[in-house]
């Protein structure tokens, strides 16, 4: 596709719901992204992926977080048992061949936990 | 101590007016530096590349003092258009990792 594309947009669950996020990166590039911005604050690294391979989670919050990416493509973030912290901007990036040029953000999925 | 620090503004100036600010950066094995923009409630998106001997695009001006640990980004001559969220952005040796600070808020009036 033309960008990075993710769903939904927005989305409101209930405390101790499970919820999936979903990114789409332009096509054919090889590493993926997974940033969380709370309200006021500059994006935070949660997850690297190259093709399928999940090379860094350092920044996953807690066990509650889980990623994925099976066919190297489309990549799904997990939150198991949402806690009103896990309130955020959930951001997408991916870029053609890993390093820091050329990332491209999607637009985010705004998560509220009530 | 995070690890990239931003005076968060607001910074509100008119249109035309030359406006500047800095960050700081707590690892000095930080190698690579980028401002990036960002709109309300939109997605981050890159400004510029910072380099160590200074570099320009247009209106905008990158500064790295790498003894001191501070960028620095001037915007000449406003526009409205110019009214966003700059993120201060430093990677270290890992290659891929972006790290992002705060934010800092400018708005331009007419």
């Known amino acids: ?29 090889v590493s993926l992204f997974w940033y969380q911005q709370a309200l006021g604050q500059g994006p935070e690294f949660l997850t690297y992926f190259q093709n399928e391979a999940q090379l860094d989670k350092s920044g996953l919050p807690s066990d509650r977080f889980f990623a994925e990416r099976p066919e190297g493509s489309v990549s799904t973030l997990k939150i198991q ?3 009103q912290e896990d309130s955020a901007v ?10 820091l040029y050329g990332y491209t953000f999607g637009s985010g999925t705004r998560l509220t936990v009530v | 101590r995070k690890e990239v620090e931003q005076d968060p503004g607001p910074f509100n100036v008119p249109e035309g007016a030359t406006v500047a600010f800095n960050c ?8 690579s530096f980028f401002w990036y923009r960002q709109d309300c409630r939109k997605e981050p998106k890159l400004l510029m590349s910072v380099y160590s001997s200074g570099n320009e695009d247009g209106r905008f001006t990158a500064q790295l003092n790498r003894a001191s640990q501070y ?14 969220t700059y993120l201060c952005v430093v990677a270290g040796s890992n290659d891929y990792k972006l790290s992002f600070g705060a934010g800092t ?3 331009v009036r007419a």
């Open chain 1, 1 to 29: 596709g033309a960008g990075v594309s993710q769903s939904p947009r927005y989305k409101v669950a209930k405390r101790g719901q499970d919820v999936a996020l979903r990114c789409d990166p332009i096509s054919g590039h």
């Open chain 1, 81 to 83: 048992r949402t806690q």
């Open chain 1, 90 to 99: 959930y951001l997408c990036a991916s870029n053609l061949g890993g390093g």
């Open chain 2, 24 to 31: 700081t950066y707590s690892n000095s094995a930080s190698q």
């Open chain 2, 71 to 84: 960028i620095s980004l001037l915007i000449r001559d406003s526009k409205l258009s110019d009214s966003a």
């Open chain 2, 105 to 107: 808020t400018v708005t």
